[in-house]
């Protein structure tokens, strides 16, 4: 929005910015747009940028290939496909906003709700002033306050599946354990996830299984080396040797959230996982959110002073679109974890149907093609 000449400040509730969170994957949809605002060469510095990706069996090893990447994402879609630390993804953001506004970001910002008028957005800042402007958009995440304080209480499940996560620096783990690709181990009940970040300085794990024992949604949860261990018992020799390289291995309850039927109300907006968390099993909820502030920037820019129609637009243009992605993130959920992958043939018949290639390109292509610098507003 600043490059668009919109007036932004940012209100963050940490009362510093530091090293939170692990990788995530981009594809094409999201580079795409990064590069339009002239931070394509920063970050592929930042990035790492795998060869393709597979699908291995989780006991043998046995490995398919999943679709192509590296060159192959920039010959179909146009952009790469990068896998990046959290952390360095999110310095990037910060330095070009600030490039934009030095003073734009303001720390230790906590909300407690919001409200409007006919000509203005009202944010509630915990022992602060509040802060007001023509609008306000809600990006404080899953468990936002802003979607509590417009809609009340979210509608949310257990999804009866726990994650783990860590990295592991790669200099700790034998030589030739992990190829350039990523990396997804399937099996009966649970699934594997792991890729290199920070440019093959670190590899991020992900590991999902399912469980009725842990139902806290928190990022910052730390759980044990030898719980993380149990619940992969039985699993390849690559899958215990990653988790005893994890420093510190953290767990959180997976929810399952159907998509929302609005989520703007006047001068007052969501954004990302403020307005469609999803599961992990379509690498697409950062995604999402860098998708939508661009087609919210651009709304903005179009309608001008007319502040409602240009919200109201944005959530026109979205909501199919997240709906589908929360649903597909769900059905590869049941898809990871299918009983059939128990046996040898069975997880043969199983990778034969479910990851031949046109049903790849189904379920991949309609996600990478999107460009939201671009879709009419």
Partial sequence: ??????????????PELGEIGAGFQMSANGTRVLSYLGLGDAMKKIAWEPNGKEIRMWNSGQTWKLFDLGA???????????????????GLLVDAVRAEKP???????????????????????????DATGDALIGADGAHSNIRQTLFGEEQKEFSGLIAWRGVIDANDLPDGLIRPVGTNWVGPGGHVVHYFVRDGALLNFIGIQETDTWFAESWTARGTTAECLADFEGWHDTIQ?????????YKWALMKREPMERWTEGRITLLGDACHAMVPMLAQGAVMAIEDGMVLARCVEKFGDDIEAGLKRYEELRLERTARTIRGSNDNADRFHN???????????????????????????????????????
Avoid at 241 to 249: E, H
């Fill in 339 to 377: 009983s059939q992958l128990g046996d040898p043939q069975g997880a043969q018949n199983f990778v034969d149907t479910e990851w031949q290639p046109d049903k790849v390109r189904e379920r991949y292509d309609w996600l990478f093609t999107y460009d939201a610098t671009s879709v009419e507003i």
């Fill in 72 to 90: 192959e994402s920039v010959e179909r879609y146009g952009f790469p496909y990068l896998m990046f630390h959290r952390a360095d993804l999110h």
């Fill in 103 to 129: 003073d734009a970001i303001h720390l230790n910002a906590s909300c407690t709700g919001c409200s409007q008028d006919d000509e203005m957005a009202i944010l509630h800042i915990d022992g602060q002033e």
């Fill in 241 to 249: 040797i990653m988790i005893q390289n994890i420093g510190v291995p």
């Fill in 1 to 14: 929005m600043l490059k668009a000449g919109v007036d932004v400040d940012v209100y963050e509730q940490a």
